[in-house]
């Protein structure tokens, strides 16, 4: 971290660490331990390879549990795109014991169902709609005859009861992540059920959860013109990596995806060597990883995921698209950038908040307070953060302004740090403000699971996290300036505008 | 589980149970030997106890003003809480404008002293983080500082609020914005339906208003207009605090007395708060947009409200059944799992404390099924009145309450704003308590009682945003009589 400077002190966390907070002016420094480092984190790994991050902290006796897999959209093919989030669903639907009356019943079913499917899509195929609609009907009936012997969310109920709070999933490109918080005296109800639900999954209500996960597609791409023009983008920037096709998957594919293609992708990717389980909050070390041992350390090691190989080309010239949609124009410009590994990862996330991090940034600044040229301005890195990314700028133009007009205002800045660079001052303040930033982010117990989580399955070390914070105070000014000129070229650019019917 | 028995055995005593250990459940130690895993394992489980001492916030009273204080000297931070009671919904339809921009302007219009570059360059400089909100009936703002420079935060946050400078282009900045806003309502079908949906019902109360270009011509945000309306809210009079964090009250009390003591009292009184005339007229309202999924809105008024009321919990019980309660609850359950209908699917009962809520339900869902999803709601609400829940659900929805009380407490922060929110609702202290001994004095019979004296499904306002040729005109007209609207919510070729 940077230097303490005048007015710096150190202070006791309550947490056993001594934090360090210097909001006064300063030159940038060779990173150095982090007091984040300094948490009283513990972390073993099972003998099947699952690892287990552990950090105690006082307060409310409140425990939050996440636990990651290193599995998401990247880890798909075409044809089976949106599997990874289909799945996120289906492990909400029970277990052998939990969500059933009579799991062998249900199963006896799920065999017709499967092979009606089966026949629907070969009918679909050759465009027998009468068949489709006929087989549609029958796996419907045979699903609510199934569900005379579900007992629907139970799996929830259980967690809910026992007053647990934001029970959900999350599925990003490289990871599907599952967390909730529990009142601490329910901390071996988690790993009970945990534990059943990677060891005994059962992919009970599958069509019409599938249908469910079509809604939610309608929802948040078809009838959303953001999610559209984002869809749009990535698919236009990216032509050989999987991170051109949405995590939610195409239409057409989430309505092939079959129970045998969930459930394969199940065995292969949710193994305990792919898995970290994170837990904070008012737990005992010993106790969790006693706990751990027992219920989690009985699950079979599984497969090894397939590295993911695709590498995507370097862009040869601009490319512009245009979504057209009955909705205002937005513009989204996207250059392609490296992967959150790289060196000059750092002086990215850094100039990300230079640009559009509050109302001070240039673009901010430039576009909405002096030109009024957009109401709104934002950036972004993704869509996912191991392999090389998309660095982009979005823009909501305000009328009558065009936004060929905010481009030009958007390349204009670009252009003005490439040839000048950020003051000091502005890197002070951009240094400052991610630096107040890691103080806060310690506040929540869910929140610091998420962190850990990620930096654990990410860089295989919790601590990292912590070392990329301050790792953001070493950038300087010339880093800054050079990445712009290395990255923001016109040739590696890709715009994307929203566009009315014959309009512009 | 064994958990809900030993729950209702606690029973919350005011002040003397917070200041004493709660304890939740007594049972045994773990059984680290057990592998089991599934129902029968999860119900045999024993729940030890959860012993924890709630802190309680301590009243004080700076200039006149109530002060929330709650110590925390976990992180080196501190946070300031303002709430003042009043906003645009007191003023009227020509202080909307000025009433929506306050928060905004209060942020980034500087002050009398400083230009908002030079104030923004100050907060930055310290790492102080300010927000303000606030809406028809109150305005709010916060303050997060390292607690060493808790005297400069307090200092730059007060004047921010006391002595705002209505910077002309920051004016401007948020009047261009809000007109491009309204250019844009029509863009995201289910804002457009929300709004839509109140305004049909609320009609000209300020729920029910939404910015249009008349309420936005440059007079209705001047310095002038924003001071005025800023002198009526913005004041002590209207003001309750609330402080938590790494500081004592011996040293933050005087910094917060220096805060309020150049402050000038409230200039003339707020009328009272209008009191809402909601619609009550059966039927379907339509605005045609060709989409892949339609936008679902109904509901109908009701009397139920928030107080220490038995039929006011059996309504938060009952909504929770009804749909509030996530995947447990009757209206996800049968239009998203059963149906495959939807991804999100809920009822909604409002329980405002003084005035008449509603109740209803939304979802979204594909055309072709838009007016199935709607009569499987309907159906569902029907049944609600005829038929009491059963013990199991009624439990569901009393344990989510009853044993995750404790993340009421989670944080300083959480309990210092709770109870500013009691204070401004003229909500006894105690709240928190007899809103669970009250939650956990509800039956099933309860619950069927309410909903059959409240809740018409025949009476309800259904609005939908979407394809009506995919819907089908003769399944919509089934549900009742319907009128097509614009998307600016007028009767469509009515101008």
């Known amino acids: 971290m940077r230097r303490p400077l005048a007015g710096a002190r150190a202070v006791g966390l309550g947490l056993g660490v001594a934090l360090i907070v210097s909001p006064g002016l300063g030159t940038a420094q060779e990173p150095g331990p982090t007091p984040g480092e300094a948490l009283p984190v513990v972390e073993r790994t099972l003998e099947n390879g699952m690892r287990i991050v552990v950090l105690p902290r006082p307060g409310a006796p409140t425990v939050a549990f996440v636990v990651r897999y290193a599995v998401g959209g990247v880890h798909e093919h075409l044809g089976t795109t949106g599997i990874a989030h289909l799945l996120e669903h289906m492990l909400f639907k029970g277990t052998t014991t939990v969500g059933t009356r009579d799991v062998e019943a249900e199963r006896a079913l799920f065999g017709l169902m499967d092979a009606a499917h089966d026949t629907l899509l070969r009918a679909r195929a050759r465009r027998d709609s009468a068949t489709v609609a006929r087989l549609d009907e029958r796996i419907a009936a045979l699903e609510d005859s199934a569900r005379v012997h579900v007992v629907g969310n139970e799996f929830d109920r259980i967690l809910t009861r026992a007053g647990a709070q934001g029970l959900n999933a999350t599925t ?24 059943d639900r990677m060891a005994n999954p059962v992919f009970r209500e599958f069509y019409s959860e599938r249908d469910v996960v079509t809604e939610e597609r309608r929802m948040r791409v078809e009838t959303s013109p953001g999610g559209l023009l984002y869809e749009q983008h990535l698919a236009a920037a990216y032509t050989v990596h999987p991170y051109g096709v949405p995590v939610v998957g195409y239409m057409s594919d989430l309505e092939t995806l079959s129970r045998a293609d969930v ?10 060597a792919n898995a970290v389980v994170t837990i904070v909050g008012d737990v005992d070390p010993d106790q969790v990883f006693g706990w751990a041992r027992t219920y989690l350390g009985t699950q079979p090691r599984g497969e090894e995921p397939p590295p993911v190989l695709a590498v995507e080309p370097p862009q040869r010239g601009e490319r512009r698209i245009e979504v057209v949609w009955d909705a205002e124009p937005q513009v989204r410009i996207g250059w392609h950038t490296p992967d959150i590994f790289h060196e000059d990862a750092p002086a990215l996330t850094l100039l990300s908040t230079l640009l559009s991090g509050g109302r001070t940034s240039r673009l901010y600044q430039r576009l909405v307070v002096e030109d009024r040229l957009a109401t709104e301005v934002f950036t972004s890195s993704g869509p996912g953060v191991e392999h090389a990314q998309l660095f982009a700028i979005d823009a909501t133009p305000r009328a009558p302004h065009t936004t060929r007009e905010v481009e030009a205002a958007v390349y ?35 929140g610091l699971a998420f962190q850990l989580s990620e930096s654990a399955s990410l860089f295989g070390d919790w601590r990292e996290t912590f070392r990329l914070s301050a790792r953001l105070g070493a950038v300087t000014a010339d880093d800054v300036r050079r990445v712009v000129r290395r990255y923001f070229t016109d040739v590696n650019r890709t715009v994307a505008t929203l ?4 309009g512009s | 589980m064994s958990a809900r028995s030993g729950l209702r055995k606690w029973r919350p005593g005011g002040t003397a149970v917070l200041a004493g250990a709660l304890v939740l459940v007594g049972a045994t130690a773990p059984d680290a030997s057990a592998q089991a895993v599934g129902r029968a394992a999860a119900e045999a489980l024993e729940v030890p106890p959860l012993r924890f001492d709630p802190p309680e916030p301590e009243l004080h009273e700076v200039r006149g003003v109530p002060v929330l204080f709650l110590a925390d000297p976990g992180l080196p931070l501190v946070s300031v809480f303002a709430r003042f009671q009043g906003g645009y919904g007191r003023l009227g339809r020509e202080a909307y404008a000025a009433g929506t921009a306050l928060p905004t302007l209060l942020r980034y219009g500087g002050t009398t002293t400083l230009a908002p570059d030079s104030l923004d360059a100050l907060l930055e400089y310290f790492a102080i983080q300010t927000s303000f909100g606030g809406g028809g009936e109150s305005v709010f703002a916060s303050v997060n500082t390292l607690t060493e420079h808790l005297d400069t935060a307090l200092t730059l946050w007060g004047s921010m609020m006391r002595e705002p400078g209505w910077d002309a282009r920051q004016l401007e900045v948020w009047r261009g914005s809000e007109v491009e806003r309204v250019r844009r309502r029509g863009d995201d079908p289910a804002r457009l339906a929300y709004s839509e949906f109140n305004r049909l019902l609320y009609g000209d109360h300020p729920v029910g208003w939404e910015m249009s270009l008349d309420d936005l011509r440059p007079d ?18 209207n003001l309750t605090l609330g402080a938590t964090g790494d500081v004592t009250w011996e040293d933050i009390a005087p910094l917060l007395d220096r805060m ?30 060709d989409l892949e999924q339609s936008v679902i809105v109904m509901a109908h008024p009701t009397d139920v409200h928030l107080a220490d009321e038995p039929e006011y919990y059996a309504a938060q019980i009952g909504n929770s059944i009804l749909g509030g309660g996530g995947f447990s609850s009757r209206i996800l359950s049968r239009v998203r799992t059963e149906e495959g209908y939807a991804y999100s699917a ?15 339900a939304i979802t979204r869902t594909r055309p072709e099924n838009t007016v199935p999803a709607i009569r499987l709601i309907l159906e569902i609400l029907d049944d609600a009145r005829h038929t009491p829940p059963d013990d199991e659900e009624v439990g569901t929805a009393v ?54 004296d409240h809740l018409r499904p025949d009476g309800m306002s259904i609005l939908i945003v979407g394809d009506p040729d995919r819907i089908g005109a003769d399944d919509l007209a089934s549900l009742g009589p319907v009128t097509v609207l614009d998307v600016d919510g007028t009767p469509a070729g009515s101008r």
Do not use: K
Request: glycine share 6%; net charge negative.
């Open chain 2, 220 to 237: 209705d945000v001047s310095a002038a207009r924003m001071a005025s309306v800023h002198g009526r809210i913005v004041c002590p009079g």
């Open chain 1, 263 to 272: 459930a394969d992708y199940y065995r292969r990717f949710y193994g305990p």
């Open chain 2, 399 to 452: 344990d989510q309450i009853v044993n995750g009380f404790v993340f009421n407490f989670d944080s300083p922060g959480q309990i210092v704003a709770r109870r500013m929110f009691y204070l401004a609702q003229d909500l006894p202290a105690d709240w928190l308590e007899r809103y669970l001994a009250g939650v956990q004095a509800v039956t099933p019979e309860s619950i069927r009682s309410v909903f059959a």
């Open chain 2, 260 to 289: 309020l003591a150049e402050w000038p009292a409230c200039g003339e009184p707020l009328p009272p708060s209008p009191e809402p005339r909601i619609l009550r007229q059966p039927g379907v309202w339509i605005i045609p947009r």
């Open chain 1, 412 to 446: 204009d800045e670009l252009r003005r740090l490439a040839e000048h660079g950020p003051t000091e001052a502005e890197m002070e303040r951009v240094r400052n403000r991610a630096e107040a930033g890691s103080v806060r982010r310690l506040q929540s117990n869910v």
């Open chain 1, 499 to 502: 566009v009315t019917e014959g």
């Open chain 1, 172 to 195: 990003t490109n490289e990871a599907t992540i599952y967390f909730v918080e529990l009142p601490a005296n329910r901390t071996q109800l988690w790993f009970v059920l945990e534990a």
């Open chain 2, 346 to 360: 809920s009822s909604l009962w409002t329980t405002p404390r003084r005035f008449d809520g509603i109740v209803g």
